[in-house]
Structures are given as C-alpha cells and as structure tokens.
C-alpha cells in the first residue's frame, strides 16, 4: 500500500483529509514541520502539505521549508501544496502538485493518482 505523509497545522484538516484517504493509501499525520521530519522516511510516496504552517502568522512559510528539505532528503516523494492563501511564485520550485483549499475528496485522490504515476 502507498504511503502518504499529511502536514497541516489544523488538526481537522489533518483528520478531514486522512479519511479521504484511508482505505486506499497508508496515512500518517503531523502538525509541524519538526514532527513530519520526524515521522518521514523513504518509504513514503507522497506528502500533502499546506504551505502556512502557522494559523497566527499568515506569512509563515514553514510548509515550503519541509517541501524543500523533503526534495533534498528524499527525491522520490512528490510533494502536494494545499493552501487557502499562496502565492504560487513562491512554491513552484518545490511542489509537483498543487490543490486550493477547500478540498474536494476526488480532486484530492485523481491528484495524489497522478503523482505515484510520475
């Protein structure tokens, strides 16, 4: 079974999207950037992340930090943004696919399809 890595600093986000998922791919949750380096390893296929990883410092880019530590780490995994508010300049050296929030149960599978295909 795949295995997906979600990172979102919003707890329900984290739980909404893993129940999308669950059935079809392995899931792992974190809150943080700390904890996702903690938790990720090779065996990993993809990782969703939402770009803001701080709900009180809307600037806060932490998301693109661990995309590109991840992109450094461990190549193999693509790299799926999520965010309500982005500005795309920003991320497009470091994801492979990219989804605004809210989420939508079968964009969010046909995306995560097309990458483990790549």
Do not use: C, T
Not at 12 to 36: D, P
Not at 69 to 91: E, T
Not at 107 to 118: C, G, S
């Amino acid at each position: 079974m795949k295995k997906v890595m979600i990172v979102d600093d919003f707890i329900e986000y984290r739980y909404e999207y893993k129940a999308m998922l669950e059935g079809e791919y392995e899931v792992e949750l974190a809150g943080s950037v700390e904890e996702a380096i903690s938790k990720l390893n090779s065996s990993y296929d993809v990782a969703i992340i939402d770009v803001n990883l701080d709900r009180f410092n809307r600037d806060n880019k932490d998301g693109i930090l661990l995309a590109q530590w991840i992109k450094n780490k461990f190549p193999h995994i693509r790299v799926l943004f999520v965010s309500a508010i982005f500005n795309k300049k920003d991320i497009e050296k470091v994801y492979d696919s990219f989804i605004q929030k809210p989420i939508i149960e079968d964009v969010l599978k046909k995306q995560i399809k097309k990458l483990i295909k790549r």
